[in-house]
Structure formats: structure tokens, C-alpha cells
């Protein structure tokens, strides 16, 4: 939702007052966690102002229908930690390894 209304510029308020929903009801729903929490009715009123107003929300693995560029959080893999540096020709590591 931040996303959202920050390709809008608008703030929370311009937000609530677009979807028809009170303020705090939109600072609740930005701050659930992971998915948006809150009543079904609410929340079709959030996207229909976001839809409105010429913003595409993207479900979780859902293409995009709309054209041109956009953010999305890439697949998650797996974390590759960097291999320790090597050591110099004849030095001994802190393990007593060379």
C-alpha cells in the first residue's frame, strides 16, 4: 500500500479519504505484517481507489497485466556466503593450516 501511494504521491490520509475508510483504518492496514490485514468490504474499497487511480496491485507469483516498468521482490534463493579469502604461500591460518 505505501508503494502505492508513494507512485501516487499521496499520503495516508488523501488515501483513506479516496477508498471512502477512516485514517486509522489505513494505518492499520499498513502495518499489518506480510498481507494486508482487514474486512473484506474495506479492503475492496483500498484497491478500487488504488484502480481508480490508475495503480495495478500485484498478488503475490500473479503477472502483471499492465504495461511498463514496475518493482516486485525477486524469487527468494538461498543466501551464498563468500568464500573466505585464501592465504598467502607459506603462511599458517589462525588453525594452524596453510
Same mark, same amino acid.
Given at each position: 500500500m505505501r508503494a502505492g501511494r508513494a507512485l501516487l504521491g499521496i499520503d495516508q490520509q488523501t488515501l483513506a479519504d479516496r477508498a471512502g475508510v477512516s485514517l486509522p483504518t489505513i494505518?492499520?492496514?499498513?502495518?499489518?505484517?506480510?498481507? *494486508?490485514r482487514g474486512v *473484506?468490504?474495506?479492503?475492496t474499497k483500498v484497491m478500487a481507489a488504488f484502480e481508480?487511480?490508475?495503480i495495478e496491485l500485484i498478488?503475490?507469483?500473479?503477472?502483471s497485466v499492465g504495461q511498463?516498468?514496475?518493482v516486485r521482490f525477486?524469487?527468494?534463493?538461498?543466501?551464498?556466503l563468500p568464500a573466505p579469502p585464501s592465504q598467502?604461500?607459506?603462511?599458517?591460518?589462525?588453525?594452524g593450516r596453510s
Open positions: 494505518q492499520r492496514m499498513e502495518a499489518s505484517d506480510g498481507n *494486508v *473484506v468490504d474495506t479492503l481508480a487511480a490508475g498478488g503475490e507469483n500473479m503477472p511498463g516498468r514496475g525477486k524469487e527468494r534463493q538461498p543466501a551464498k598467502p604461500h607459506g603462511k599458517k591460518s589462525p588453525l
